[in-house]
């Protein structure tokens, strides 16, 4: 209708395989990605929401790993299968010259399979009996948070031919597992939630247009990522972590013509 959409989403994608760069260590495989999705899309007056649901179904994933004793050199494995579940919206407001907006996710990703241990002499997949596999069934997957979410209310307003707004903004973000092996990920460990905020203000007036800003206004270093320049049962102590923007500050001056 002119105020509403439902839908349903059925699609499936797939990455080639491949060759690894070392000899004696196997080819990997294909992986799908089998994605069945619900949603809707409405709006009610100063209200618009959007919201959606999905499971994804992943078969064969590719994962890039670096074994002890190959210099460096990353090789690509099939880990197994993943399922996906994920719900995401967002949803707005407006009235005269004020408004607010919010939207967040969440996603619960897992292994479903075992995810065996690299042989260290042929330095490919090997499931032992009775040995404890690198990562088991159930096993989270790494670098996507479960929960990301963020908000603006920005308000703004006419006087003669001068438009003055104000802004603000809040972002959160949840923590990862930074690798999809225990081994790994007991040596680095996670990264964290943070949560940062940014503001501006600003006028307009004829063509021009002035805004002052502050971006991550507290200065929080959250951490997005974390990784080893080698293996992490050598420089693991040493993990690097891939910080957010520090706070940013400034000015911006602007003309339409």
Do not use: H
């Not at 059925?10 to 060759?19: E, I, M, Q, Y």
Request: aromatic share 14%; hydrophobic share 35%; with cysteine.
């Amino acid at each position: 209708t002119t105020d509403a959409m439902v839908y349903a989403t059925l699609s499936k994608g797939f990455r080639p395989g491949g060759n690894n760069r070392r000899p004696g260590v196997l080819p990997f495989k294909s992986d799908t990605l089998t994605n069945y999705e619900v949603g809707v899309k409405t709006s009610f007056g100063p209200v618009t929401l959007n919201a959606a649901g999905f499971y994804q179904k992943w078969k064969d994933l590719q994962f890039g790993l670096v074994p002890v004793g190959q210099n460096g050199v990353t090789n690509t494995y099939n880990a197994g299968d993943a399922r996906i579940y994920g719900l995401e919206g967002d949803i707005s407001y407006r009235a005269g010259g004020f408004s607010l907006v919010a939207a967040g996710s969440y996603i619960d990703a897992k292994l479903t399979t075992d995810f065996c241990q690299v042989d260290p002499l042929t330095t490919n997949i090997v499931c032992v009996p009775g040995e404890a596999p690198a990562a088991a069934k159930g096993t989270r997957l790494p670098v996507q948070p479960k929960f990301k979410g963020s908000a603006t209310a920005r308000y703004e307003f006419e006087t003669g031919n001068i438009r003055p707004f104000v802004q603000g903004s809040v972002q959160y973000q949840g923590g990862t597992r930074s690798f999809l092996t225990d081994a790994d990920y007991a040596v680095v460990g996670p990264t964290k939630d943070f949560t940062t905020f940014d503001f501006s203000a600003g006028v307009k007036f004829d063509s021009w247009s002035i805004q002052a800003y502050i971006q991550n206004a507290f200065d929080k270093r959250g951490e997005l990522s974390k990784n080893s320049f080698c293996a992490t049962s050598f420089c693991g102590p040493y993990a690097r972590t891939y910080p957010i923007k520090p706070q940013i500050f400034g000015l911006k001056v602007g003309t339409e013509f």
